[in-house]
């Protein structure tokens, strides 16, 4: 799937995913500063009703969401991991392994040969910007 998604559209992509997650559920999100991860990450919560707010994990490597019926979301910012036994210390395989919980993983490219451990379980979101068109992405979906 590869399509330009403005903000509103991002519901569809949400639905998807949540589709899909009930397979895969460590979602890589790949792009740029600024390319969309965490307002996607945003829009996946609000669409399952999570309680706490949303915002951007930048300064904290993970933050925690949860809905009504224990359901779980991790949501990871590996931007300024240094090392595997940084990952270890937050917690990051006891969540990936966790059941009755989503993780999406903002710069999982840092870890990659960690997160290819778990490929059976992975999706890749792939978002860009669009050359003169601040108001939409081009999102490319690789499951
Ligand atoms: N599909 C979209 N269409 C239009 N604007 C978008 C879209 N997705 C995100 N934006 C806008 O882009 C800005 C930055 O988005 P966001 O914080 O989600 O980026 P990010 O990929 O998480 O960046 P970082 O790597 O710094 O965490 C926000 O102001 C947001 O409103
Ligand atoms: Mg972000």
Redesign the pocket.
């Known amino acids: 799937m590869n399509k330009i998604?403005?903000?509103i559209?991002?519901k569809e992509l949400a639905e998807e995913v949540k589709k899909i997650s009930k397979k895969k559920n460590i979602i890589l999100?790949f792009?740029?500063?600024?390319?969309?991860?965490?307002?996607?990450?945003?829009e996946y919560c609000q669409s399952i009703n999570i309680v706490n707010q949303v915002s951007?994990?930048?300064f904290l490597i993970l933050n925690t969401y949860y809905s009504k019926n224990n359901f779980q979301v991790n949501h990871f910012?590996l931007?300024r991991v240094k090392d595997i036994f940084e990952l270890e210390t937050i917690g990051f395989y006891e969540c990936l392994n966790q059941s009755n919980s989503i993780n999406f993983i903002?710069?999982p490219e840092k870890f990659i040969s960690e997160l290819n451990k778990f490929e059976d379980r992975t999706l890749s979101i792939y978002?860009k910007f669009i050359e003169d068109n601040?108001?939409?992405?081009e999102?490319k979906l690789e499951v």
């Open positions: 998604f403005d903000l559209e991002l999100l792009g740029d500063l600024g390319a969309g991860k965490t307002t996607f990450v945003r951007s994990p930048s910012d931007y903002e710069w978002f601040i108001n939409q992405r999102i």
